[in-house]
């Protein structure tokens, strides 16, 4: 089962960037900003200003699975904890 990459434009903080994610995590996306009721590029930028040095495509990606954790109840991992 392999998803293709889709590569999408957007503005964060006034300057246009690229963001290469699989499509179930650009649906994901979508449907979390719905529910937040603010547009994916706001969402983008809260991740964006939330990520440090992660990747942003990498932050969107744990974003959107931490998001599904939450809502069916499996506890999330402590972003600090070493294995």
């Known amino acids: 089962m392999g998803f293709a990459i889709v590569k999408r434009s957007v503005s964060i903080a006034g300057h246009r960037t690229s963001i290469s ?4 995590f650009w649906t994901s996306l979508r449907e979390i900003a719905e529910r937040d009721r603010v547009s994916v590029q706001a969402l983008i930028g809260r991740i964006d200003a939330e990520r440090g040095d992660q990747n942003l495509s990498s ?6 699975l931490t998001d599904l954790r939450r809502r069916v109840g ?3 991992p402590d ?3 070493s294995d």
């Open 21 to 24: 994610l699989e499509e179930p």
């Open 59 to 64: 932050a969107i990606r744990v974003f959107v």
């Open 74 to 76: 499996t506890p999330v």
């Open 79 to 81: 972003s600090t904890a």
